[in-house]
Structure formats: structure tokens, C-alpha cells
């Protein structure tokens, strides 16, 4: 059975649904005894809910438009802010590329990011050649930070950050040959280091409705640690502690989603960055000397994987 309808009372429009993409028929009605003079479309019985809410208001209606419509507004907070941004064009041919709002101009976002591994062995054997293996470690590392939002999808903010390793061989037996064997024992790593920096981040939203969007996010950072290497010689451990400053320029594309009305969910990771370290050495609280180090990294970083939550007010 289909469903009967003056076309007069269907205007051209496209459900969010796409009535619009399932075949109608549209007929010229003669006038008669207990019918209406008019057009007819002929509704099939699969969209006659649809149609029932469309017509008591419960359904939303969208209009076609044969380009996106640049002048579209949305109000936020009393204002009414631009829903589409125009990409600036830095190529010799206009791409038409569009900006979605994603988070207006006004917000303050909150994060954190936290980390923690462990990683241990207890007697590994490996075959004849690796015996008496005994290695334990852990690292920790949380990051904290907080950005405003001076134009839409675009932020500034602070980022602070604290992270901690520390890695134990007991001991290790290596027997390759009657001629070549060795036994490493006591050997202790230790490093933690402190960071700040200032982050621009710029998002681009993909939809909408302002779900999903990627970002791209420059990161200018000093960071200041120290670590101890341990190990025995001569009967003695030996210890070598290193203190570091060091100036990092990063960049990390990433993806965000909104999960909830006011929270996001992070990824990125870092794929080109420079740094400058400058690093000082002791030996059993002798000063050694020091060395000055730079370097830039262009490559991706499978380890270098950021996944946080953001707090959006």
C-alpha cells in the first residue's frame, strides 16, 4: 500500500535520509467526487514514517544547494560566528577547500596525557649462548596542558611535562665460544626531565557538525633533565651522571574527536622537529667536560605516539 500526498504540500527538499534518492512517481490528479484537484506524489510505504514526522514538524528539513553556502552562521553564546571557513589558497589551482567550525573562538581546552610501562625478565635462556638474563625497567611520563582558543579552530597554549626512566641488569651471561664468554652485573640507568612549551595548534574540521576534525600542532619546547649510568670497573661501581638542557621545535599532525558534548579524544604523532642540547658530565663527582649537540628529525616515529583526553569550556 503507498501513501497518498497533494505534492503542494511537499516542497523541494531533501530528508537527511535521502527521500529525495528513492523513485516517486508524480501524476496530474483529476478532479472527482471525494478527491482533491491537484498534483499527487506517490510516497512508497518505506518512507511513510518519514513523512508522517516531516509533516507534524518532528523532522528536520535541508535544502539543496548546488555549492556549500559560505554565508551560513551559528550562534554561539549570543554570537553569531561564521559556520564555514574558505582554506586560503597557496597553490596555483583553488582546490575547494572548506574549514568546518570545529571549536569556536572563546574556549579554553584542557588535557592531560599519562603514560606508564614496565618491562621485566627473570633467568631468560636463549638457546646455549644467552644465559642468566635478569633485566627489569619502567618509565613514567604525564603531561599536562592548557590552551585558549584565539580564533576559531585555532589555539595557544602551555604545555608542562615530567617523565622518569629507570632500567636494572642484574646480571647477564654470555658464552658464544670456549675462547669468548663474558658476565655484565649491577648495570643501572636513571633519567627523568622537566618541559615546557608553547604549543599552537590548528585544527580543521571535517564535518558539519563538528565531530571530527585533524589538527596540526608546532611545539616549541626547553626542557631541562639529568641521568646517572652505573656500572662496575675495577671492583668498584662507577657512576657517570649527566645534566642537560635542551631546545626542541616539534611538529605533530594529529586527529581529534569529539566523544562528548564538551570532551575530545587526541592523537598524534611527531614526524619532523629540531633540537639543540647542550649536555655536562661528571664521573664519581669529577667533572669530565661537556658536549653541544643538534640535530633534526624528518622521518615518522612509531614511538612517539600521543593518545589524551581534552576538557573543552
Known sequence: MALLLPAVAIPAFSYERSVSDLTSQVETNKSGPGSAPGRYIWIPDSLKH??????????????????????????????????????????RFDRGLYNYLFIPKGQWHFGL????????????????????FDFSGHTFSIRPEVSYFIRSNLSVGLRLS?????????S????????????????????????????????????????????????????SGNGD?????????KNTHTTYMKAAL???????????????????????????????????????GNRFTSGANFRFNIFNLNFGLGVHI
Not at 117 to 128: A, I, K, M, P, V
Not at 162 to 170: Q, R
Not at 229 to 237: A, E, I, K, M, V
Open 113 to 132: 596525557t599519562a603514560s606508564y610501562g614496565e618491562f621485566s625478565t627473570d633467568d631468560l635462556e636463549l638457546f646455549d649462548i644467552l644465559s642468566d
Open 229 to 237: 649510568f652505573t656500572r662496575p670497573y675495577d671492583g668498584n661501581l
Open 162 to 170: 615530567y617523565s622518569s626512566s629507570k632500567a636494572t641488569l642484574s
Open 172 to 223: 647477564l651471561n654470555m658464552d658464544i665460544s670456549d675462547d669468548m664468554s663474558f658476565n655484565i652485573s649491577d648495570v643501572m640507568y636513571r633519567n627523568e626531565s622537566y618541559t615546557a612549551a608553547v604549543v599552537l595548534r590548528q585544527y580543521i574540521g571535517l564535518a558539519r557538525r563538528g565531530r571530527f576534525g585533524i589538527f596540526n600542532e608546532v611545539a616549541l619546547g626547553f626542557s
Open 50 to 91: 518519514e513523512v508522517d514526522l516531516l509533516l507534524d514538524g518532528r523532522h528536520k528539513v535541508i535544502h539543496l544547494h548546488d555549492t556549500l553556502d559560505l554565508s551560513e552562521k551559528v550562534v554561539y553564546r549570543g554570537d553569531t560566528i561564521p559556520m564555514v571557513t574558505k582554506s586560503r589558497n597557496f597553490g
Open 250 to 288: 616539534d611538529f605533530s599532525p594529529g586527529v581529534s574527536v569529539m566523544i562528548m558534548k564538551n570532551v575530545s579524544f587526541n592523537l598524534s604523532f611527531g614526524i619532523f622537529g629540531f633540537y639543540l642540547q647542550n649536555a655536562n658530565q661528571s664521573v664519581d663527582g669529577v667533572d669530565e
